[in-house]
C-alpha cells in the first residue's frame, strides 16, 4: 500500500513534445506581457554581419501579439524554416545506417575491440578531446551529427547506454565549441564586433579549453563505468531504444571484415575527411554537406552491391527512426518564430543588460555572465547572440570599469556552455542520439552546475588579472 503511494505521489518528467509545447505556450503568453520593441542595426563593415546599435532601443507600439492560431503556425514555420537541418539529419543517418545494415559498422567495431582490448573506454577521452579540438579551432558543430548514431550503437555493443554514446559527440563538440580558442564563429566575430582585437586573450581561453574538456571527460566516463558495472544505474534504465541493434562484445569480437566493407570503411572515413575540408576550404555549410552524406550512401549501396530498389527502401527504413528528432527541430524554431513575431527578444535583452547600471565590477562580471545564459534561451544562434549583446554589454563594461575582453568572455560562458542545458538548444542533439530530454537533464544538471561554477570563477580571476 506504501509503495503504491509513493508511485502515485512520483513526479514523472513530461515527454519531450510536452516540454516544448509548454514552452511555446509561455512565449505565447510573453508576447501579450513583454511590451514590443526592438533595436536599430547596422552593418559592421569589418564581419560584414548586421550588429545592434547601442542606446537605439525603442517600443514598438504597432506590433500585434501573436494569437493560439499564430502558435500552431509558428510550428509549420519553424518545420520549413528548418528544412535544411531536418534533411541534413535525414540523409546523415541515411548513410550511416546503409553502413551498418551492410555490417561495415559492426566489423569496424569487431576490429577495433580485438586490437584495444580492455582499453576500449579510451575511445570517450580520444573522441571527446578530437572533436573538443577541431570544435574549438574550427567551429565545427552541425558537421557531427552522423556520428551520433554511429557512437550510440558503438557503447551500446560495448555494455554502455545510449547516453554514454551520444553524450561522447555532443559534450565533446558543444564544449570545444564553447570554449572557443580560434572559434570563428563565436569568439572571433564577439571580439571584432566589441572592438577587441580579434584573437586576444588566448592564453586564458586555452586554459578553460583544458579545464571544462577534462571535467566534461571524467564526469562522462566516471558515469560510464557505472554503467558499465551496473546497468540499473542508467539513467536510461527501462527506456526503449529504437532502431539499434544490441549485440555482445563477444559477438562483435567474431566479426570479420570482408573485402566490400573495407571499402566501405574507407569510404566512411574518406567522406569525414573531405567534409571537415570542404567547410573549411570550399565554405560548405548544411546544403553542401547534406548532399554529401546522400551521395555517400548511394556509393555506399553501390559498393555493398545492393540494387537500386534496395538502396531506395534502405534509405526508407532509416528515415523511421529519425522521425522523432526531425520533430524536435520544428518546436524549437517555433519557440524563436512566436518570439520574433511579438518582437520580445531585443526588450528582454534590453531591460536585462539595465539590471547591470551601477555595480561593482564583480557583480557586474557575474551579472553578465548570468544574462547572457539567461538570453541564450532567447537567441539559438552564437553569432546572432554576439551580434546583437555585445554591441550592449562592451560599453557597459567599460561604464563599470571592466575591459571589453571580459564581456565577450561572458558572452562566451553564456552562449556555449548553455548549448548542453536550455531545451531551445539541447533538443536537438537529444532527438539524434535518441535520448528524452528529461533523461538528459538527468544525467547533465549536475555537470551543468559544475560549469556554472567553473564559471564564476574564471570570472572571478578575469576580473582580478585585469584580463
Known amino acids: 500500500m506504501e509503495t503504491a503511494v509513493k508511485k502515485k505521489r512520483q513526479f514523472k518528467m513530461p515527454h519531450t513534445y510536452v516540454i516544448l509545447i509548454a514552452i511555446m505556450m509561455l512565449m505565447l503568453i510573453l508576447t501579450h506581457i513583454i511590451p514590443a520593441g526592438e533595436y536599430q542595426r547596422i552593418e559592421d563593415p569589418v564581419s560584414g554581419k548586421m550588429v545592434v546599435v547601442a542606446d537605439s532601443y525603442q517600443r514598438l507600439d504597432d506590433v500585434k501579439a501573436p494569437g493560439i492560431f499564430d502558435l500552431f503556425l509558428a510550428l509549420q514555420h519553424g518545420y520549413v524554416e528548418a528544412a535544411d537541418i531536418m534533411f541534413l539529419i535525414i540523409f546523415a543517418y541515411g548513410f550511416v545506417y546503409m553502413l551498418t545494415k551492410n555490417g561495415t ?69 558543444s564544449i570545444g565549441y564553447a570554449a572557443g580558442t580560434l572559434n570563428p564563429y563565436n569568439v572571433v566575430i564577439a571580439q571584432d564586433v566589441a572592438g577587441v582585437t580579434p584573437f586576444s586573450g588566448m592564453g586564458l581561453r586555452i586554459i578553460i579549453f583544458v579545464v571544462f574538456e577534462t571535467v566534461a571527460i571524467l564526469y562522462l566516463m566516471n558515469y560510464a563505468r557505472k554503467v558499465k558495472a551496473n546497468p540499473l544505474k542508467s539513467v536510461m534504465y527501462g527506456v526503449d531504444v529504437e532502431g539499434v541493434q544490441r549485440k555482445s562484445l563477444d559477438e562483435m569480437s567474431e566479426v570479420k571484415m570482408t573485402g566490400r566493407q573495407k571499402l566501405c570503411l574507407l569510404l566512411f572515413f574518406g567522406v569525414i575527411g573531405f567534409l571537415m575540408y570542404a567547410t573549411l576550404k570550399l565554405g560548405w555549410y548544411i546544403d553542401e554537406i547534406a548532399a554529401l552524406f546522400l551521395m555517400g550512401m548511394v556509393a555506399a549501396g553501390i559498393i555493398s552491391g545492393y540494387s537500386a530498389t534496395e538502396i531506395c527502401k534502405t534509405f526508407i527504413e532509416s528515415t523511421k527512426t529519425m522521425v522523432s528528432s526531425m520533430l524536435v527541430i520544428g518546436f524549437t524554431r517555433g519557440i524563436l518564430i512566436l518570439m520574433k513575431q511579438g518582437c520580445i527578444t531585443d526588450t528582454i535583452v534590453y531591460y536585462l543588460v539595465n539590471l547591470l547600471n551601477g555595480c561593482s565590477t564583480y557583480i557586474a562580471a557575474y551579472g553578465m555572465l548570468f544574462l547572457q545564459n539567461i538570453i541564450k534561451f532567447f537567441i539559438n544562434g552564437s553569432t546572432s547572440q554576439a551580434t546583437i549583446t555585445m554591441p550592449i554589454m562592451a560599453p557597459t563594461a567599460e561604464l563599470v570599469g571592466l575591459s571589453k575582453q571580459i ?54 580571476v578575469a576580473v582580478f588579472i585585469g584580463y
Not at 577495433?112 to 580492455?118: A, D
Not at 552522423?146 to 561522447?168: C, Q, S
Not at 568572455?409 to 542520439?433: E, R, V
Request: some cysteine; hydrophobic content about 55%; aromatic content about 14%.
Open 407 to 460: 564581456a565577450v568572455l561572458a558572452y562566451q560562458f553564456g552562449n556555449g556552455f548553455a548549448d548542453i542545458f536550455w531545451p531551445t538548444s539541447c533538443a536537438l542533439c537529444c532527438g539524434l542520439m535518441g535520448v528524452p530530454i528529461n533523461k538528459w537533464y538527468k544525467f547533465v544538471a549536475p555537470l551543468f552546475g559544475i560549469f556554472v561554477l567553473l564559471e564564476i570563477a574564471f570570472m572571478t
Open 105 to 173: 559498422m559492426d566489423a569496424a567495431l569487431g576490429t577495433m575491440v580485438r586490437k584495444v582490448g580492455n582499453k576500449v573506454q579510451l575511445l570517450i577521452p580520444l573522441t571527446m578531446i578530437i572533436l573538443g579540438v577541431l570544435s574549438s579551432t574550427m567551429g565545427i558543430y552541425e558537421e557531427v551529427y552522423g556520428l551520433f548514431p554511429v557512437f550510440v550503437g558503438i557503447f551500446l555493443a560495448l555494455g554502455y547506454d545510449t547516453l554514454v554514446g551520444g553524450a561522447t559527440i555532443f559534450l565533446g563538440v
